[in-house]
């Protein structure tokens, strides 16, 4: 009798971002329909969270617990320092364990938000070199990617997933990213983010004139740090004044987050507009991201996965878009025309471009409908070539990718 797969998902899962853990709610869905004999635990950010919330047992990413704070103690260098060391040897252990290790989705391979390359890539570097020493099959799977700027960065990204197994990508555009940073992606395939796996909510009649606005606490991205605070008040200024806008007309916004770190956001926006018409909704997950855009007659949003909740739900939605993945998804669902860069928020004419999604509302809306039955189908293909690549029948063996 063979015993039972054993699956390791890694990641910084449980750490407050929805979209990641949407990610792997989604990988933990696939595993229970079609693997269900297998035994899954987690290396990942929140350990507690993870476990607490999906009921798999979770080690914790770092043995260094101040990884992402910065240090400037002496104390604090040594001991990040030490971590590096340890982890080597934490990683390996774990990864030696498993059969299969996945990395669900995510933006593993890109730096559009402030990333230093001794954090998160050398801990994905890890993962992937103790796979490919110890036998392990580690698959990245619906990942982001993008061009990267830092040296240090892209030469861990890139040994990454030249040492993984598997690798899927949620846009062609980060399949071509990889392909530049000098990765053979010939046999890399290319599916909807796998938040759209996730189950549809139920399509509540939405309140007339009611906006969902999706915030985020942005200063730009890894190549703008010289000029982050600049590019963070420009962006609070602008979406104040877009939702004082909007609250002036007697409408009814609902503010959306996606990670624990944009709250202060939301909280300095109701102190500017001051109405009982604004109000925070208190997400605590993708499926309470997709119910509150399903209940609005539009959305405009800046996080990715606050986009995909928003389509996903079939709702008109317009994109503050803060890289090149925000710009692809909106095209890919039929609604290129309505993206707004993040860092230039102008009201006047975000506003202009909300008026011109509202006239095509019920236009959007079939579009969207159409879109959403493509991309599931699209997602079962992705579960069935995994399936087939990291849980092989007898007499057949995984082909690598290189």
């Known amino acids: 009798m063979n015993s039972p797969v054993r699956v390791g998902v890694f990641g910084l899962l449980g750490s407050g971002n929805l979209g990641n853990d949407g990610s792997l709610e989604a990988v933990l869905g696939y595993l229970s329909a079609a693997h269900p004999e297998a035994v899954v635990d987690a290396l990942c950010g929140g350990p507690e969270a993870v476990t607490a919330r999906y009921g798999i047992p979770a080690t914790r990413l770092h043995w260094y617990r101040g990884e992402y704070r910065t240090a400037s103690r002496a104390g604090a260098v040594a001991g990040k320092g030490l971590g590096k060391l340890v982890d080597v040897v934490r990683t390996a252990a774990w990864v030696r364990r498993h059969d299969v290790v996945i990395v669900p989705g995510m933006g593993v391979l890109e730096a559009t938000l402030p990333l230093r390359p001794w954090g998160f890539p050398y801990a994905l570097f890890l993962l992937c070199a103790s796979g490919r020493l110890l036998g392990t099959r580690v698959?990245?799977?619906?990942?982001?990617?993008?061009?990267?700027?830092?040296?240090?960065?892209?030469?861990?990204?890139?040994?990454?997933?030249?040492?993984?197994?598997?690798?899927?990508?949620?846009?062609?555009?980060?399949?071509?990213a990889m392909r530049e940073m000098g990765v053979?992606?010939?046999?890399?395939?290319?599916?909807?983010?796998?938040?759209?796996?996730?189950?549809?909510?139920?399509s509540p009649a939405a309140e007339p004139g009611s906006v969902c606005v999706g915030v985020m606490d942005f200063h730009g991205g890894n190549d703008d740090r010289a000029r982050?605070?600049?590019?963070?008040?420009?962006?609070?200024?602008?979406?104040?004044?877009?939702?004082?806008?909007?609250?002036?007309?007697g409408r009814r916004v609902r503010l959306l987050t996606g990670d624990a770190c944009d709250a202060p956001v939301v909280a300095a926006i109701l102190d500017a507009v001051d109405s009982p018409l604004v109000s925070a909704a208190e997400a605590g997950s993708l499926a309470d991201l997709m119910k509150e855009t399903a209940a609005s007659d539009t959305?405009?949003?800046?996080?990715?996965?606050?986009?995909?909740?928003?389509?996903?739900?079939?709702?008109?939605?317009?994109?503050?878009?803060?890289?090149?993945?925000?710009?692809?998804?909106m095209t890919e669902m039929g609604?290129?025309?309505?993206?707004?860069?993040?860092?230039?928020?102008?009201?006047?004419?975000?506003?202009?471009?909300?008026?011109?999604?509202?006239?095509?509302?019920?236009?959007?809306?079939?579009?969207?409908a159409e879109r959403n039955t493509a991309t599931t189908r699209s997602l079962e293909h992705q579960f069935t070539a995994l399936t087939a690549a990291l849980f092989p029948a007898p007499d057949h063996t995984l082909r690598e990718t290189s």
Do not use: M, Q
């Open 139 to 176: 698959a990245l799977v619906g990942v982001g990617a993008a061009p990267i700027g830092d040296r240090a960065t892209r030469a861990l990204v890139r040994w990454s997933a030249r040492l993984a197994a598997y690798r899927s990508y949620r846009d062609s555009l980060s399949r071509d």
């Open 299 to 329: 959305v405009v949003a800046t996080r990715y996965h606050n986009l995909v909740c928003a389509l996903k739900a079939g709702t008109p939605t317009l994109a503050l878009s803060y890289a090149a993945k925000s710009d692809a998804l």
């Open 184 to 202: 053979d992606t010939a046999r890399d395939a290319v599916h909807p983010d796998l938040a759209f796996a996730l189950p549809a909510p139920e």
């Open 335 to 368: 609604l290129g025309a309505y993206c707004h860069p993040a860092r230039e928020v102008d009201a006047d004419r975000l506003l202009e471009r909300f008026r011109e999604l509202e006239k095509r509302s019920t236009e959007l809306r079939r579009t969207l």
């Open 228 to 249: 982050a605070d600049e590019i963070h008040r420009r962006y609070l200024d602008g979406v104040t004044r877009f939702v004082r806008a909007l609250v002036e007309e």
